[in-house]
């Protein structure tokens, strides 16, 4: 199975803050990358898929990057609904795997 | 607009039988694969199960295998997790969330997800 590893696993930031997650892969996933954002009693929405493409409706304030084994989600301007946690996921193997998480939290 | 509405979860003791449906609306339902994704209490989310929208393809995660079965009926819009030989482990929120193909041949996420259902194994 493809592994992935985020890190952070959790992150303390200021409103107006910029952050960057990273996720990377056990192996080469190409850009077959996606990010979720989930809060606490809803469902988890998606952010970015193929690594890069940001999904319709999500602020621009989002952005991905990376290919390969080595993936980052970038959030601008944090905004007190941004405080959530964040995940990322693979679709390079059928056995679909996410990454174990990253809380972003205010400080 | 696209729904989906998991129901059928509850308290099951260990070794024991349930079964998760979600019903989906708002989109042709034949034209889509179909997931079962659940977070347990204090963890991740963890991908559990896929189902392609005309039944050719099914896969499972290693840890329910040969204990759950997904299956679907286009005609009523819905989708099922058998779950048998039910564990401790098994404790989670079960989400159904469609999944969508892009243009790259693995490209494929999750772009709608209901709100869950809640699955306790306890004796």
């Known amino acids: 199975d493809i592994q992935m590893t985020q890190s952070p696993s959790s992150l303390s930031a200021s409103v107006g803050d910029r952050v960057t997650i990273t996720c990377r892969a056990s192996q080469n996933i190409n850009n077959f990358l996606n990010w979720y954002q989930h809060k606490p009693g809803k469902a988890p929405k998606l952010l970015i898929s193929?690594?890069?493409t940001l999904q319709s409706g999500v602020p621009s304030k989002f952005s991905g990057s990376g290919s390969g084994t080595d993936f980052t989600l970038t959030i601008n301007s944090l905004q007190p609904e941004d405080f959530a946690t964040y995940y990322c996921q693979q679709s390079y193997s059928t056995l679909y795997t996410f990454g174990q998480g990253t809380k972003l939290e205010i400080k | 607009e696209v729904h989906l509405v998991e129901s059928g979860g509850g308290l099951v003791q260990p070794g024991g039988t349930l079964r998760l449906s979600c019903a989906a609306s708002g989109f042709s339902f034949s034209s889509y694969s179909m997931n079962w994704v659940r977070q347990a209490p204090g963890k991740g989310l963890e991908w559990v199960s896929y189902?392609?929208?005309?039944?050719?393809?099914?896969y499972y995660a290693d840890s329910v295998k040969g204990r759950f079965t997904i299956s679907r009926d286009n005609a009523k819009s819905s989708v099922y997790l058998q779950m048998n030989s039910l564990r401790a482990e098994d404790t989670a929120v079960y989400y159904c969330a469609r999944g969508k193909s892009g243009l790259g041949i693995s490209e494929y996420y999750f772009d709608y997800w209901g709100q869950g259902t809640l699955v306790t194994v306890s004796s």
């Open positions: 193929a690594a890069t």
């Open positions: 189902i392609s929208g005309g039944y050719s393809s099914i």
